[in-house]
């Protein structure tokens, strides 16, 4: 049975139709992630599920319990990562574990909470002393103090250096290791091919693919991106480009001066008929380089939009 289940979900605000219909079920232990443009209707969507937003219609369940009959013993239940602006700046990091800690008739001890967001050693410094990755890790503590089954994460590495990125990552990695269910939003493409089990992509309050990051680059295209460059120049890349069009497993080229590249169902096949042209032409081959299809290349092609700040 599904941790959560949303069904028919629809939102509006006055005249702008922020979700429209949204369905989807979360199994348990899941990363679950949900990507789309600004005003796609993913933070409205996810509100609605936190319980913050009460929907115009739709259902939502997490399991047998319902926002409408069992409020009290959902919001027990669940975790919520606060935005940095939650925190108070002038407790100390273990005075604000302990401080969300009482809000629960049951929660986990302060010093587990700051250890498994690595802030032991941090636990008596200032909130407002924390450093913006610091903060984060903070405001993913605090959502885990009640030890929720299912925890929601909006954006959680916005904004941050690549290296306090990656320290949330293991901690929302942890979080899977310990059975916790995650549902996330996020802007970086990388971060969710890397995390997710599932990616739901949203666009104008409606799920326009949903499937794991694998399939839905797959589903794209079995294509991949071929580059390289002559060390000969215009004339090799042209003689080469004439030839290798003609492989049965090249789709389409494309050329631009001493520049080649070309689209193959198996690279492998045309990378052997490739080397073995241009060895026996005598072309020297300056630098060559395969593509891999990313989440992003998925999300630009059901969207037909780059990510907007």
Same mark, same amino acid.
């Given at each position: 049975?599904?941790?959560?289940?949303?069904?028919?979900? %629809?939102?509006?605000?006055?005249?702008?139709?922020?979700?429209?219909?949204?369905?989807?079920?979360?199994?348990?232990?899941? !990363?679950?992630? @949900? @990507?789309?443009?600004?005003?796609?209707?993913?933070?409205?969507? &996810?509100?609605?599920?936190?319980?913050?937003?009460?929907?115009?219609?739709?259902?939502? %369940?997490?399991?047998? &319990?319902?926002?409408?009959?069992?409020?009290? +013993? !959902?919001?027990?239940?669940?975790?919520?990562?606060?935005?940095?602006?939650? &925190?108070?700046?002038?407790?100390?990091?273990?005075?604000?574990?302990?401080?969300?800690?009482?809000?629960?008739?049951?929660?986990?001890?302060?010093?587990?909470?700051?250890? =498994?967001?690595?802030?032991?050693?941090?636990?008596?410094?200032?909130?407002?002393?924390?450093?913006?990755?610091? +903060?984060?890790?903070?405001? $993913?503590?605090?959502?885990?103090?009640?030890?929720?089954?299912?925890?929601?994460?909006?954006?959680?590495?916005?904004?941050?250096?690549?290296?306090?990125?990656?320290?949330?990552?293991?901690? $929302?990695?942890?979080?899977?290791? =310990?059975?916790?269910?995650?549902?996330?939003?996020?802007?970086? =493409?990388?971060?969710?091919?890397?995390?997710?089990?599932?990616?739901?992509?949203?666009?104008?309050?409606?799920?326009?693919?949903?499937?794991?990051?694998?399939?839905? @680059?797959?589903?794209?295209?079995?294509?991949?991106?071929?580059?390289?460059?002559?060390?000969?120049?215009?004339? #090799?890349?042209?003689?080469?480009?004439? #030839?290798?069009?003609?492989?049965?497993?090249?789709?389409?080229?494309?050329?631009?001066? #001493?520049?080649?590249?070309?689209?193959?169902?198996?690279? /492998? /096949?045309?990378?052997?008929?490739?080397?073995?042209?241009?060895?026996? %032409?005598?072309?020297?081959?300056?630098?060559?380089? @395969?593509? /891999? =299809?990313?989440?992003?290349?998925?999300?630009?092609?059901?969207?037909?939009?780059?990510?907007?700040?």
């Amino acid at each position: 049975m599904p941790v959560l289940e949303v069904t028919k979900l %629809r939102k509006s605000f006055g005249a702008v139709k922020a979700v429209e219909d949204i369905s989807f079920s979360v199994e348990a232990g899941e !990363i679950f992630t @949900i @990507i789309g443009p600004n005003g796609a209707g993913k933070t409205t969507t &996810l509100e609605m599920i936190e319980g913050l937003q009460t929907p115009d219609s739709g259902d939502i %369940r997490f399991g047998a &319990l319902s926002w409408s009959k069992n409020s009290q +013993q !959902i919001k027990m239940e669940i975790g919520v990562q606060p935005q940095s602006g939650a &925190l108070f700046e002038l407790l100390t990091v273990r005075e604000t574990v302990e401080l969300f800690s009482t809000f629960y008739p049951k929660s986990r001890p302060a010093m587990e909470v700051l250890e =498994m967001i690595n802030l032991a050693d941090l636990g008596n410094r200032h909130v407002k002393k924390l450093s913006g990755g610091q +903060q984060q890790r903070l405001a $993913i503590g605090l959502a885990m103090v009640n030890d929720p089954a299912v925890i929601f994460l909006d954006e959680p590495t916005t904004g941050l250096d690549p290296q306090a990125r990656r320290n949330i990552w293991d901690i $929302i990695l942890k979080l899977k290791e =310990m059975g916790k269910t995650t549902i996330l939003t996020t802007h970086y =493409m990388e971060e969710a091919e890397k995390l997710s089990d599932r990616v739901c992509i949203v666009d104008q309050g409606k799920i326009v693919t949903l499937d794991t990051p694998a399939a839905l @680059i797959e589903r794209l295209t079995k294509e991949r991106e071929i580059r390289l460059s002559f060390t000969d120049g215009e004339e #090799a890349a042209a003689e080469t480009d004439k #030839a290798i069009r003609l492989h049965a497993s090249v789709a389409r080229t494309s050329r631009e001066g #001493a520049s080649l590249q070309l689209w193959s169902t198996h690279p /492998e /096949e045309t990378l052997y008929e490739l080397f073995g042209f241009t060895k026996n %032409r005598g072309h020297r081959v300056e630098q060559i380089s @395969i593509r /891999e =299809m990313s989440l992003e290349d998925v999300f630009i092609a059901y969207t037909g939009k780059e990510w907007r700040d």
